[in-house]
């Protein structure tokens, strides 16, 4: 489910991040180098983006904010906010490919119980987003070229 942020109470958006186990800790965030990953583009497949990628104009930015047991998957768009919860149990696969005629990277994520995501970025990143996902939870379900 695609929550809006900005639409969401204050404990609302604390009961989310307790359900993924909580957020880190200051001290715990630099201990880990950071809890977000660089920003990445939608691209396709959860029906809710979909609709409000067809509604905009520029590329839906996202990032995954790494929580104690799961991730908040954020879309942004010029004005709204958005995440999709989603547990580490719940991550199958994630699959890293390389578009080299078109100068980007597609990035798969596969779930249990929702769509894959689809996501995209510029091929000159590979390296940023190959040590991410090998540096999180991620690590245990990534394939790359």
Not at 96 to 106: A, D, Q, S, W, Y
Not at 116 to 135: A, C, I, M, P
Request: contains cysteine.
């Amino acid at each position: 489910m695609i929550y809006e942020v900005e639409k969401l109470r204050r404990q609302q958006l604390i009961d989310l991040k307790n359900s993924m186990g909580g957020a880190y800790g200051i001290i715990e965030r630099f201990k880990r180098g950071g809890i977000g990953s660089p920003f990445m583009f939608y691209d396709s497949g959860w029906e809710e983006a979909d609709r409000l990628n067809n509604l905009v104009d520029e590329p839906i930015r996202m990032n995954i904010e790494k929580l104690k047991n799961g991730f908040f998957f954020r879309l942004a768009e010029r004005t709204r906010t958005y995440i999709v919860p989603v547990l580490k149990k719940d991550i199958l696969k994630i699959v890293l490919t390389k578009n080299v005629p078109e100068r980007t990277c597609l990035l798969t994520f596969h779930f249990n119980e929702i769509p894959s995501l689809n996501t995209w970025f510029n091929l000159n990143r590979y390296h940023e987003f190959s040590d991410y996902l090998k540096n999180t939870h991620f690590h245990q379900n990534y394939t790359g070229e």
